[in-house]
């Protein structure tokens, strides 16, 4: 293992010179690893903003139509701490391959779905091959680039990949439904999905499968981790709609969760070969790398959830508009991106995260003053703030998260990782959807109480406009309209100042690490 230094030795750069062979096959592998997972961080929200046309397309009700994301979301959610022990059977080749090419062909069967039931089937197949991929394309950048130096751009490159991809799906969502029908968001996925799956079984041979682990998988740890993870997954989703544990499904759920999390941890820590291992957590820049990714992610799930859905009620912006006002974002992770792998050659990461976790609470404090009015105008600069905040914030975290860590052990870590990002998103909805039900109740009695002919200001608005009719109080019709129109600024408001203060919580997280010093070696190389 490394150890910590008193000071940071970072790799200088080195005249550029044409890229050997292998270099070439090592960057054209990892372009279509990082594209595959793309499409599957896309597919998480790209039918954020067509629910409605697959309503009607399917004839689903409101309660079955929230199942066409949550699917995706449970099935991903476990598969992803699997694929650390599944590429170690399979090797990354198979195991991405085969996880592309299953991505691809449920993606066909989500387009052609003739029924609700059928589509949440379907979609749950997406999500548990697509989870695979976002990890192992993580891993396998460690393989295909063991110099520190030579793997700062394509850190960069799964950076903007993990950052982006969430942003633009509600986008190109509304775009792709706006310009055709809800069947092209899975339809698009046809071509570009066998066309990764081609370039991946040419190009990766980064290790060998190991079949002898068939004989020693876990069967009981894998059964105990599905019902914990899906579960929880489960009750994130669900418990802010149905008021938490005042529901009977949810606190049964809540029970299976715990009774099943138990059981995985002490499967997990007693087994000889156990299904994920907890291991990598010793570390203390995995530990606190983890902790930054979940508050992040937090913050950047909530607020992509949160914003289109104050523009379309409150502004009733269409879809494109929508995705106008987003794209903010996005374009300033692309603009922050280069200059985030320069910083990085030069300074020190611990504090380049806490300057990008900070960018990320400036962005998100100069949005928690929302108006009837509030647009394209007054979001683009806490966006772009937000965006490359993001950015430099997450190439960093990264970075840090397993850079000290043993080769062995980085498919497992990666898993590890990826699954603490998924988590936090689950996190942050559930606390957004929580404080909408909550604070929405208090703003409404507290605004309706303001509603008394008593008060000078009301009497004051009915004369103006026309005086009390017994048949037909207009007056005070359009006033409680104004109401509940100020209620809900009000209640997005008050997620947006969580969504800040958990931003606040994320800028020291990295600092709790120690300097290390960067060499040519591989990550942890003993």
Same mark, same amino acid.
């Given at each position: 293992m490394?150890t ?10 080195? =005249?550029r ?16 690893m990082?594209f595959?997972a793309?499409?599957?961080f ?12 697959i ?18 979301l449970?099935a991903?959610?476990?598969?992803i701490p ?14 991405y391959?085969?996880?592309? %090419?299953?991505f691809?062909?449920?993606?066909? +069967? ?16 997406q ?11 993580f ?10 130096? *030579?793997?700062l751009?394509p850190q ?7 950052s ?5 799906? =509600?986008i ?17 996925? +046809? %071509? =570009?999905?066998?066309?990764?799956a %081609?370039?991946?079984?040419q ?9 002898a682990?068939?004989?020693s ?5 894998s059964?105990?981790?599905a019902?914990?993870l899906g579960?929880?997954q489960w009750v ?5 709609g ?5 529901d009977?499904?949810?606190t ?6 715990v009774?099943s999390?138990?059981?995985f ?10 299904? #994920? !291992?907890?291991?990598p957590?010793r570390? $203390? ?17 909530a607020?992509?959830?949160?914003v289109p ?9 269409t879809?494109?508009?929508i995705?106008?006002?987003l794209?903010i974002?996005g374009?300033?992770m692309f603009?922050?991106?280069p200059?985030?792998?320069r ?6 990461? $611990?504090?380049?995260?806490a300057?990008?976790?900070?960018l ?13 009015d ?18 430099l914030a997450l190439?960093?975290c ?6 000290t860590?043993?080769?062995?052990e980085l *498919? ?5 990782y990826s ?5 936090g ?14 604070? $929405? ?6 605004l ?9 200001p #009301? ?19 359009e006033l409680s309209?104004r109401?509940?129109?100020?209620? !809900? #600024? ?14 606040? +919580?994320?800028?020291?997280m990295?600092?709790?690490?120690? $300097? ?9 190389a003993e």
């Open positions: 490394s910590p230094a008193e000071s940071v030795s970072l790799p200088q750069e080195e =005249p010179s044409a890229l050997t062979p292998e270099e070439r096959r090592a960057w054209f592998g990892f372009i279509a990082s595959g793309f499409m599957a896309l597919d998480i929200q790209i039918v954020a903003s067509s629910l409605n046309q309503q009607a397309g399917l004839s689903a009700t409101a309660t079955e139509l929230g199942w066409v994301q949550s699917a995706y449970i991903e959610v476990i598969a699997l694929s650390g022990y599944l590429t170690r059977l399979m090797s990354t080749r198979i195991y391959t085969v996880s592309v %090419l299953g691809t062909l449920a993606s066909a +069967l989500c387009a052609t779905a003739w029924s609700i039931e059928s589509m949440i089937l379907f979609r749950a197949l999500g548990f091959l697509g989870g695979g991929m976002i990890p192992c394309s891993a396998a950048m460690y393989a295909l680039f063991p110099s520190p130096k *030579k793997r751009v960069v490159v799964a950076g903007i990949t993990m982006t991809a969430p942003v633009l799906g =509600p190109v969502g509304g775009w792709i439904t706006d310009a055709t029908s809800w069947h092209w968001l899975f339809l698009i996925n +046809l %071509l =570009p999905g066998l066309l990764v %081609l370039l991946v079984w190009l990766v041979r980064i290790d060998r499968p190991d079949w682990l068939w004989r998988i876990d069967l009981r740890g059964c105990y981790m019902l914990f579960s929880m994130l989703e669900e418990g802010p149905h008021n938490w544990l005042d009977g499904t949810i049964t759920w809540a029970t299976v969760c009774v999390g138990l059981l941890f002490h499967r997990v820590t007693t087994h000889d070969n156990p299904i #994920v !291992s907890l291991r957590f570390d $203390r820049h995995f530990l606190w790398a983890n902790i930054a990714a979940l508050l992040l992610s937090i913050a950047l799930f607020t992509n959830y949160i859905v104050f523009l379309g009620q409150i502004r009733d912006f879809s494109q508009q995705g106008n006002t794209m974002g374009i300033s603009m922050a991106a200059f985030a792998a910083l990085t050659r030069r300074y020190d990461m $611990r504090l380049l995260f300057i990008g976790a900070l990320v609470a400036i962005g998100s404090w100069m949005m928690t003053d929302l108006t009837a509030t647009g394209f105008a007054e979001l683009a600069l806490p966006q772009f703030l937000r965006g490359a905040g993001f950015m190439v960093c990264s970075t840090l998260s397993l850079c860590l043993p080769m062995n *498919k497992n870590a990666s898993a590890m699954l603490m990002r998924n988590l998103g689950a996190l942050g909805l559930a606390s957004i959807n929580t404080i909408i039900f909550w604070r $929405r109740a208090v703003h409404e009695q507290n309706t109480e303001s509603l008394s002919l008593s008060r000078a #009301v009497r004051d608005f009915v004369v103006e406009h026309g005086g009390w009719s017994r048949e037909l109080p207009m007056p005070l019709v309209m109401i509940e129109r100020q209620v !809900s #600024v009000l209640t997005y408001n008050d997620a947006l100042i969580l969504i800040a203060w958990v931003s606040c +919580l994320a800028v020291p990295l600092l709790f690490t120690s $300097r290390y010093r960067l060499t040519e070696n591989p990550a942890g």
